[in-house]
């Protein structure tokens, strides 16, 4: 019996495990009177003129640079084709990453157990009697950055937006470093545009 429910416990830790570690959804929001199925190409709207002052996003330019091949590669992946005359492009994407620091404070409450061997009147066989146990606190303090990247697709004609994903989440810094984990990411956040020549958009 006890091994069966180490082996229970260990399969609720494991499974416990995998949804905290699982990519945050990002949430969409799109004008429904759109004909996405019309668009075919598109372009960054960075390069299309409109874009005044210093970038607001803390990065370098190279990680920008990352930023953009991702989107580009996961918009080329569903059938789009990428112009750089933004003129000639029937959606333009843009994107803001925020980044915040934050500090995450944590309690927890520990017990330390007094040894007593043998016999006890409150607990007979025991090795560690509770009435020997003492409470302690631990804090644990982390820091880290909370990221909020935000995408938006926009149709020239009108000059608004007609899609935006957005995503909150822990930033980790070797993922701006890592071009496949940037890929990846990207991929996720644009899972539910359109193919194009579609309008269905994915749940």
Known sequence: MPLIRFSFMSLILIALSACATKPPQPVVD?????????AKTFGLYALSGEVTGNSPNDLTDFQRDRIDE???SALQQKGFTFVTQTADADLLL???????????????NTS??????GYSRYNRYAMYNCYNCM?????????????????????????A???????????????????????????????SFPVAGSDMLAP
């Open 112 to 117: 330390s157990y007094g040894v007593s061997a």
């Open 94 to 108: 843009t994107w803001h990453l925020n980044m915040v620091d934050k500090t995450d404070v944590k309690t927890y």
């Open 135 to 159: 409470n302690q606190t631990d804090v644990r303090v982390t820091e880290y950055t909370q990221g909020t990247f935000i995408i938006d697709m926009i149709d020239p004609a009108r000059n």
């Open 30 to 38: 799109y004008a429904p009177d759109y004909q996405f199925g019309q």
């Open 70 to 72: 991702a989107l580009k």
């Open 161 to 191: 937006s007609i899609w935006r994903s957005v995503t909150q989440s822990k930033l980790k810094e070797e993922t701006i470093r890592d071009q496949a984990a940037l890929d990846a990411a990207a991929a996720r956040v644009l899972a």
